[in-house]
Protein backbone atom coordinates (compact mmCIF):
# COMPACT_ATOMS: atom_id res chain seq x y z
CA UNK A 1 0.00 0.00 0.00
CA UNK A 2 1.58 3.30 -0.98
CA UNK A 3 2.34 5.48 1.65
CA UNK A 4 1.72 9.55 0.81
CA UNK A 5 3.34 11.51 3.58
CA UNK A 6 4.07 15.40 3.82
CA UNK A 7 7.61 17.48 4.58
CA UNK A 8 8.54 21.23 4.68
CA UNK A 9 12.38 20.03 3.76
CA UNK A 10 13.22 21.38 0.78
CA UNK A 11 15.93 19.04 0.04
CA UNK A 12 14.26 15.74 1.41
CA UNK A 13 16.80 13.07 0.97
CA UNK A 14 15.98 9.17 1.80
CA UNK A 15 18.59 7.11 3.20
CA UNK A 16 21.38 9.99 2.41
CA UNK A 17 20.38 9.79 -1.22
CA UNK A 18 18.73 12.31 -2.89
CA UNK A 19 15.10 11.15 -3.73
CA UNK A 20 13.84 12.06 -7.51
CA UNK A 21 11.53 14.79 -8.10
CA UNK A 22 8.15 15.27 -9.76
CA UNK A 23 7.09 18.66 -10.36
CA UNK A 24 3.65 19.85 -11.69
CA UNK A 25 1.89 23.47 -11.36
CA UNK A 26 -0.45 23.20 -14.04
CA UNK A 27 -3.38 20.95 -15.09
CA UNK A 28 -5.50 21.58 -17.71
CA UNK A 29 -8.83 20.30 -16.42
CA UNK A 30 -7.91 20.03 -12.59
CA UNK A 31 -11.86 20.17 -11.79
CA UNK A 32 -11.51 16.63 -13.68
CA UNK A 33 -10.37 13.90 -11.58
CA UNK A 34 -9.81 11.94 -14.37
CA UNK A 35 -6.82 14.28 -15.44
CA UNK A 36 -5.20 13.23 -12.27
CA UNK A 37 -5.68 9.83 -12.36
CA UNK A 38 -3.94 9.98 -15.79
CA UNK A 39 -1.33 12.03 -14.07
CA UNK A 40 -0.62 9.28 -11.96
CA UNK A 41 -0.20 7.03 -14.36
CA UNK A 42 2.47 8.55 -15.87
CA UNK A 43 4.04 9.13 -12.28
CA UNK A 44 3.94 5.66 -11.86
CA UNK A 45 5.49 5.16 -15.64
CA UNK A 46 8.01 7.31 -14.62
CA UNK A 47 8.73 6.71 -10.81
CA UNK A 48 7.36 3.34 -10.12
CA UNK A 49 10.91 1.51 -9.52
CA UNK A 50 11.80 4.17 -7.31
CA UNK A 51 11.08 3.75 -3.44
CA UNK A 52 10.83 7.25 -2.69
CA UNK A 53 9.07 10.00 -4.86
CA UNK A 54 9.17 13.61 -3.93
CA UNK A 55 6.51 15.83 -5.50
CA UNK A 56 6.13 19.43 -5.77
CA UNK A 57 2.53 20.78 -7.20
CA UNK A 58 0.23 23.38 -6.24
CA UNK A 59 -1.48 23.21 -2.70
CA UNK A 60 -5.01 22.61 -4.43
CA UNK A 61 -3.31 19.41 -6.23
CA UNK A 62 -2.29 17.83 -3.42
CA UNK A 63 -5.07 15.82 -2.37
CA UNK A 64 -6.48 14.64 -5.53
CA UNK A 65 -3.21 13.34 -7.16
CA UNK A 66 -2.62 11.58 -3.46
CA UNK A 67 -5.64 9.95 -3.93
CA UNK A 68 -5.32 8.86 -7.81
CA UNK A 69 -1.98 7.73 -6.87
CA UNK A 70 -3.39 5.70 -4.47
CA UNK A 71 -6.23 4.16 -6.67
CA UNK A 72 -3.35 3.28 -9.30
CA UNK A 73 -0.73 1.47 -7.42
CA UNK A 74 -3.68 -0.32 -5.81
CA UNK A 75 -2.79 -4.03 -7.80
CA UNK A 76 0.40 -2.87 -9.10
CA UNK A 77 3.66 -4.49 -8.10
CA UNK A 78 6.08 -1.65 -7.66
CA UNK A 79 8.72 -0.72 -5.53
CA UNK A 80 7.51 2.78 -5.12
CA UNK A 81 6.89 3.04 -1.17
CA UNK A 82 6.93 6.38 -0.12
CA UNK A 83 5.54 9.82 -2.46
CA UNK A 84 6.29 12.89 -0.21
CA UNK A 85 4.61 16.03 -0.99
CA UNK A 86 6.73 19.31 -0.10
CA UNK A 87 4.21 21.62 1.62
CA UNK A 88 4.90 25.24 3.29
CA UNK A 89 2.91 24.00 6.32
CA UNK A 90 3.32 20.36 7.52
CA UNK A 91 -0.04 20.76 9.88
CA UNK A 92 -2.69 22.55 7.81
CA UNK A 93 -1.38 20.03 4.77
CA UNK A 94 -1.98 16.65 7.04
CA UNK A 95 -5.39 18.53 8.37
CA UNK A 96 -6.23 18.77 4.79
CA UNK A 97 -5.77 15.47 3.66
CA UNK A 98 -7.68 13.20 6.68
CA UNK A 99 -11.01 13.07 4.37
CA UNK A 100 -8.80 11.92 1.30
CA UNK A 101 -7.47 9.67 3.48
CA UNK A 102 -10.63 8.48 4.90
CA UNK A 103 -11.59 8.37 1.04
CA UNK A 104 -8.53 5.95 0.05
CA UNK A 105 -9.58 3.61 2.75
CA UNK A 106 -13.19 3.46 1.87
CA UNK A 107 -12.43 2.96 -2.03
CA UNK A 108 -9.67 0.41 -0.79
CA UNK A 109 -12.22 -1.75 1.00
CA UNK A 110 -14.67 -1.77 -1.92
CA UNK A 111 -12.39 -3.03 -4.08
CA UNK A 112 -11.20 -5.22 -1.89
CA UNK A 113 -15.07 -6.75 -1.74
CA UNK A 114 -15.47 -6.49 -5.27
CA UNK A 115 -12.62 -9.17 -5.63
CA UNK A 116 -14.05 -11.02 -2.74
CA UNK A 117 -16.48 -14.59 -3.19
CA UNK A 118 -19.79 -13.52 -2.31
CA UNK A 119 -20.06 -15.40 1.36
CA UNK A 120 -17.31 -13.97 2.00
CA UNK A 121 -17.42 -10.20 1.58
CA UNK A 122 -20.70 -10.14 3.05
CA UNK A 123 -19.09 -11.91 5.62
CA UNK A 124 -16.79 -9.26 6.12
CA UNK A 125 -19.53 -5.88 5.73
CA UNK A 126 -20.59 -7.74 8.96
CA UNK A 127 -17.85 -6.69 10.95
CA UNK A 128 -17.79 -3.11 9.96
CA UNK A 129 -18.86 -2.90 13.35
CA UNK A 130 -15.68 -1.67 14.81
CA UNK A 131 -16.20 1.59 13.11
CA UNK A 132 -19.18 2.62 15.26
CA UNK A 133 -21.73 1.05 12.63
CA UNK A 134 -24.71 -0.42 14.02
CA UNK A 135 -25.32 -3.75 11.44
CA UNK A 136 -28.36 -6.12 11.44
CA UNK A 137 -29.12 -8.92 9.27
CA UNK A 138 -32.82 -9.64 8.01
CA UNK A 139 -32.26 -13.24 7.41
CA UNK A 140 -36.11 -13.39 6.67
CA UNK A 141 -35.80 -10.33 4.22
CA UNK A 142 -32.32 -11.61 3.27
CA UNK A 143 -31.53 -7.80 3.91
CA UNK A 144 -28.60 -5.77 5.77
CA UNK A 145 -29.26 -2.54 7.68
CA UNK A 146 -26.32 -0.73 8.15
CA UNK A 147 -27.05 2.37 10.74
CA UNK A 148 -24.62 5.39 11.56
CA UNK A 149 -25.74 7.33 14.37
CA UNK A 150 -29.64 7.16 15.46
CA UNK A 151 -32.77 8.40 14.39
CA UNK A 152 -34.50 10.20 13.02
CA UNK A 153 -31.94 9.74 9.66
CA UNK A 154 -30.85 12.45 7.55
CA UNK A 155 -30.48 10.04 4.44
CA UNK A 156 -31.44 6.79 4.06
CA UNK A 157 -29.80 4.83 0.97
CA UNK A 158 -30.81 1.81 -0.47
CA UNK A 159 -28.69 -1.15 -2.95
CA UNK A 160 -29.73 -4.18 -4.63
CA UNK A 161 -27.10 -5.73 -6.57
CA UNK A 162 -23.28 -6.83 -5.05
CA UNK A 163 -21.57 -3.95 -6.95
CA UNK A 164 -24.03 -0.94 -6.01
CA UNK A 165 -24.01 -2.90 -2.13
CA UNK A 166 -20.58 -2.43 -2.19
CA UNK A 167 -20.12 1.35 -3.69
CA UNK A 168 -23.08 2.05 -0.59
CA UNK A 169 -20.44 0.28 1.76
CA UNK A 170 -17.72 2.18 0.84
CA UNK A 171 -19.79 5.53 1.44
CA UNK A 172 -20.66 4.11 4.76
CA UNK A 173 -17.77 3.31 6.06
CA UNK A 174 -16.24 6.58 4.56
CA UNK A 175 -18.79 8.57 6.57
CA UNK A 176 -18.33 6.49 9.64
CA UNK A 177 -14.35 7.76 9.21
CA UNK A 178 -14.83 10.98 9.01
CA UNK A 179 -17.58 10.85 11.95
CA UNK A 180 -20.11 12.77 9.88
CA UNK A 181 -22.62 14.74 11.62
CA UNK A 182 -25.65 13.27 9.62
CA UNK A 183 -27.64 10.51 10.38
CA UNK A 184 -27.40 7.67 8.22
CA UNK A 185 -29.12 4.64 7.43
CA UNK A 186 -28.26 1.81 4.29
CA UNK A 187 -30.11 -0.83 3.57
CA UNK A 188 -28.39 -3.85 1.65
CA UNK A 189 -29.93 -6.53 -0.73
CA UNK A 190 -34.11 -6.84 -0.18
CA UNK A 191 -36.68 -5.03 -1.39
CA UNK A 192 -36.79 -1.30 -1.95
CA UNK A 193 -36.97 0.74 1.30
CA UNK A 194 -39.80 4.02 0.73
CA UNK A 195 -38.21 7.14 0.31
CA UNK A 196 -35.06 5.72 -0.01
CA UNK A 197 -31.87 7.15 -2.77
CA UNK A 198 -31.25 3.99 -4.77
CA UNK A 199 -27.75 3.46 -5.84
CA UNK A 200 -27.81 2.51 -9.19
CA UNK A 201 -26.29 -0.58 -11.19
CA UNK A 202 -22.83 -0.37 -12.14
CA UNK A 203 -20.80 -1.80 -15.08
CA UNK A 204 -17.63 -1.66 -14.18
CA UNK A 205 -15.12 -0.87 -11.31
CA UNK A 206 -14.09 2.84 -12.37
CA UNK A 207 -18.13 3.44 -12.30
CA UNK A 208 -18.07 2.33 -8.91
CA UNK A 209 -14.96 4.43 -8.20
CA UNK A 210 -16.04 7.29 -9.47
CA UNK A 211 -19.90 7.35 -8.04
CA UNK A 212 -17.90 7.10 -4.39
CA UNK A 213 -15.71 9.98 -5.57
CA UNK A 214 -18.60 12.52 -6.36
CA UNK A 215 -20.65 11.53 -3.98
CA UNK A 216 -17.74 12.55 -1.37
CA UNK A 217 -16.97 15.23 -2.91
CA UNK A 218 -20.24 16.80 -3.95
Known sequence: MLEIAFSQDKNCQFLGQKCPVFSLFDVDDAKNFASFRRIAQNILLQYGKKRVLIVRVKEEYIND??????????????????????VDNLQVASLNYQPYAALTNALRYMRDLYRMEEKEAFADINRLGYLGLEIYRDYFHKQISVKWKNKPFDKVFYAKNNLSVFVLVALMKYWAIVKSENSIMAYLGGENVDNAIVIPDFLSEDEMIDYVINMVRG
Do not use: Q
Not at 65 to 86: I, K, N, Q, S
Open 65 to 86: LALALCLATYLEDLALETVVFE
